[in-house]
């Protein structure tokens, strides 16, 4: 158990819904970061937040949102859902700007039919 | 913008050899780190050893280490004494200082043979 935890593990949604995915980083960690990997794409930076601000924002599409609440947990809202945005969804956390990278969730399978 | 390159899609190696997999990279910034991940089949990702751009000594965890050349812009990752643990998906990342973005290769899946 890496500490960082993502739910739900799979979801499974059709074209055109909206889902969201949460994760709750490990303890003391303030940094939340998104990363989508997909078949064609790999692994691409979504955004991140810092302390509840966005800090951060990558490969992010305007259908695609995220948060970060007091409680450092975050949430990524993706919404007008295409076949396409079906890929492994990472949430990572860290203390902060770190040289040893971070720790990563077990990811959200996330499936559009 | 910084790139990762990992030429090596697949590898299949013997248990209990050592095997390398390549990683090249590009960026114009001096002050960097490097990283290479492991994905298991059960998908999460495992931090396994870190470089700095500025580190004098390649770094070394246990069974693996980074064979770091600067002037070739290498950071290959060394697993000696391979296990039928090891075999899973492995991504070379970087990140630039000042920017917390880590930039992924699209991996090589190592398969290790009994």
């Known amino acids: 158990d890496s500490g960082v935890t993502q739910t739900p593990k799979h979801l499974i949604t059709a074209t055109g819904q909206r889902v969201t995915l949460r994760c709750s980083p490990r303890s003391g960690d303030l940094s939340v970061y998104w990363y989508q990997q997909s078949l064609d794409q790999g692994l691409q930076f979504l955004i991140q937040?810092?302390?509840?601000?966005?800090?951060a924002k990558g490969n992010i599409l305007e259908r695609f949102s995220a948060q970060q609440f007091p409680d450092l947990h975050s949430e990524l809202n993706l919404s007008s859902l295409e076949l396409g945005d079906s890929a492994l969804y990472f949430c990572?956390?860290?203390?902060?700007?770190?040289?040893?990278?971070?720790?990563f969730g077990s990811g959200t399978r996330l499936t559009v039919v | 913008a910084q790139k990762i390159t990992q030429t090596q899609p697949g590898m299949f190696v013997q248990e209990k050899e050592a095997v390398t997999l390549d990683c090249t990279y590009d960026?114009?910034?001096?002050?960097?780190?490097l990283f290479w991940y492991k994905q298991p089949s059960s998908g999460e990702m495992i931090f396994l050893i870190y470089q700095g751009s500025y580190d004098e000594q390649n770094a070394t965890e246990g069974r693996y280490s980074l064979n770091f050349q600067k002037a070739r812009k290498s950071a290959n990752l060394v697993i000696s004494a391979s296990q039928l643990g090891d075999s899973a998906m492995y991504f070379c990342?970087?990140?630039?200082?000042?920017?917390?973005?880590?930039?992924f290769g699209t991996g090589t899946r190592l398969t290790i043979i009994p």
């Open positions: 960026t114009s910034d001096q002050s960097y780190g």
């Open positions: 937040y810092y302390n509840g601000e966005e800090r």
């Open positions: 990342a970087m990140r630039v200082f000042g920017n917390e973005k880590l930039t």
């Open positions: 990572a956390s860290s203390v902060s700007v770190s040289n040893y990278g971070y720790t």
